[in-house]
């Protein structure tokens, strides 16, 4: 069988889970990074205001040496507010695809698990593979996928021990009852092999 390759388009196993997780991650980094970036503003316009209050006791320069000072000190204030800006937008970007990734090795054997669950409520026993590399709750996946062999792995036994029996008695049928209890027989022998198919 041919490994299983992630990819974008797949990534999202379970978008309504993934997504609330991505969106609880980007409200905290976003108010994380407001407040970073505040207090780091709040530092640059106090230092701009020591500049600004310097500059007016400097008697050594005219007006226009103090205007032009002043006017690249706001404008590198201006670029500092759109480079932080920028650094955290694409901080919580790659928050988020952390996120969107992380909770998909999460979200990827609880899909499996729950769509084998839904095959034997359906009355079926499927194959589980096995753990994709990379996948979170391996153990938890793993006895899952045990148990799943073990009751699959029992109901091929009966299926066979079913099938003998069925075959000695067919070659012997004595009265209304056998029969009776051949039908049923048969009728569990189907759902068996339904089961495992």
């Not at 079913?162 to 027989?185: F, I, K, N, Q």
Request: hydrophobic residues 50%.
């Amino acid at each position: 069988m041919a490994e299983h390759r992630r990819n974008i388009r797949n990534l999202l196993v379970n978008p309504r889970l993934q997504l609330r997780h991505v969106g609880v991650v980007v409200v905290l980094a976003a108010l994380l990074s407001a407040l970073l970036g505040w207090l780091i503003w709040q530092q640059r316009l106090d230092a701009s205001r020591a500049i600004a209050h310097s500059l007016e006791s400097a008697k050594f320069m005219d007006d226009a040496q103090k205007a032009d000072i002043l006017g690249h000190v706001a404008g590198s204030d201006v670029e500092l507010l759109a480079l932080m800006a920028g650094v955290c937008a694409a901080g919580i970007a790659l928050v988020s695809l952390f996120v969107v990734i992380l909770s998909h090795k999460v979200a990827g054997p609880l899909h499996r698990v729950a769509a084998a669950i839904d095959a034997m409520n359906e009355g079926k026993l499927p194959r589980v593979a096995a753990p994709r590399k990379g996948d979170e709750l391996r153990r938890f996946y793993n006895h899952f996928k045990g148990m799943s062999d073990t009751l699959r792995g029992r109901a091929e036994d009966d299926l066979v021990a079913y099938r003998a029996l069925s075959a000695a008695v067919a070659e012997h049928p004595t009265d209304g009852d056998v029969v009776a209890a051949m039908t049923a027989l048969g009728e569990l022998e189907t759902e068996l092999e339904k089961a495992l198919a």
